[in-house]
């Protein structure tokens, strides 16, 4: 079974890595970039790496806090989950007119497009912590911060890549459509709306599978980290 | 157990109804900038007011019901009719790349094709409806008990009868799931698209253009009306086809 699923790995990784010197092939041929494509790439991923990281110590710290209470979390949680609906896009005219036309601007648009979910799926993980380990550590001796690294979010940890997970993607969306609405003159968004302004199909079509294959690349690092540590761990629900 | 119904209402209304004043206190005395951050009795006196208002939403929910009622059964039905050949390692792979394409980067594209307007805004968000309907419906069928489809192969069930007797029910929990990324998703992205392409009314487009005449209290107000709009989709919709099949059916118990 171990080296079937290994030479499925193997099959999958050779097909998705032809595609992509396909789709090299094709930008190369088409001309669809010019010099500074990998800027462009760069500042959209520098922008992704600060805004996101921001929100997932943020909202985790946020949720613990919450969860400290019984009252203060009944307090917040209709509010978390009504900001969860909102669509991240919104903000962004409002930001654009706030912070102006600048790095903060796409980096709050990443930050809310995450948070509120991170805070949501951590505080659902942290409500279903197992009591009895909590107060078997209490019998130990353990002080509250050594219950909440040691026992609660080990344990709550399938839940919180859950909101992770979510979170990556929607963060990823909002980057796009902020650097779209003008709120950079660099980056994948900006690229492909200003490819619509100078009627370049092939470009628009090319930072299409760029931006996606960067978001499937994201979202496959989750579940790495997934795999290392909920299925080592032997903490997977099914 | 009552004590605690009672506290999950009020409790929240609290910490609102503290919020918003701490707000509208702030900017009146000018601690905020008022004209940047408005206040939140300028934002309900422009929900009340505001004509349009009603037509925005109504494009944009048209827009939503539309998309999802034409990409969400295609992605079912393609999902069921390709999970019999063999590459579906394959095509879920695809699938997940395609779904990790942010709905708006389909926009410009699509200007460039058919222009701008309803055709564009439907296209885009059709294409993201789809995506999850065909993944999860993937899933489903990947993980349902194959021995009931030979349980009918063997008391001779047409193919349509195996579709809609077996093969739909045993995946509802997958579709629901489907349906709500569905919802979720083409909702986020038709107001993105609307930003940018459309041309008359949607809440998307009364947003971005208010940002034009720096009309902070109609943004604010294209804020909260999103939200709101989404949840009341969410409860009105999803809410009572979960209640009609899989609660009904006992695969899910109601929250």
Redesign the interface.
Known sequence: MGDEKKL?NKK?LI??SSLIIIFIIYSITTKAFDKNIFEHIGSSLYRMLIGYVLSVVLGIITAIILSSNK?IK??????IS??M???????V??L???TGISNTTVILAIFLGSYFTIIYNTLDGLENVDQNLIRAAKIMGYNPIKILTHVSIPDSFNHIIVGLKLGI?YS??AL??AE??GAANMGL?YL??T??QF?N?NR??S??II???L??L??RLIIIIEKNTIDKWGLADD | MNKDKILKIILPTILILILLTTWQILSEKEIINSMLFSNPIDIAKEITTNENLINHIANSVYRLLISVAIGYPLGILTGISISKIKKVKFVEDITAFFMSIPGISWAPIFIMVIGFGNPTIITVGVLTAYFPALYNSLHGIKGMNKNIIKVADMLEYKNIQKLFKIILPAISNYLLIALKESFSRTWRTIIAVEMIAATMYGLGYMTYDARELLNMPVMFMGIIISGIIYLIIEQLIIGTIEKTTVVKWGMKKSS
């Open positions: 499925m999958r097909t998705i009252y009944m307090m917040f949680k209709p509010l009504f900001m609906s909102i669509p991240t896009i919104t903000w005219p409002v654009l007119i706030i993607s990823w969306r796009v459509g779209m609405l968004g492909i709306f490819a619509r009627y199909l628009a079509i930072t299409l931006i996606g294959l978001g499937y994201m979202s």
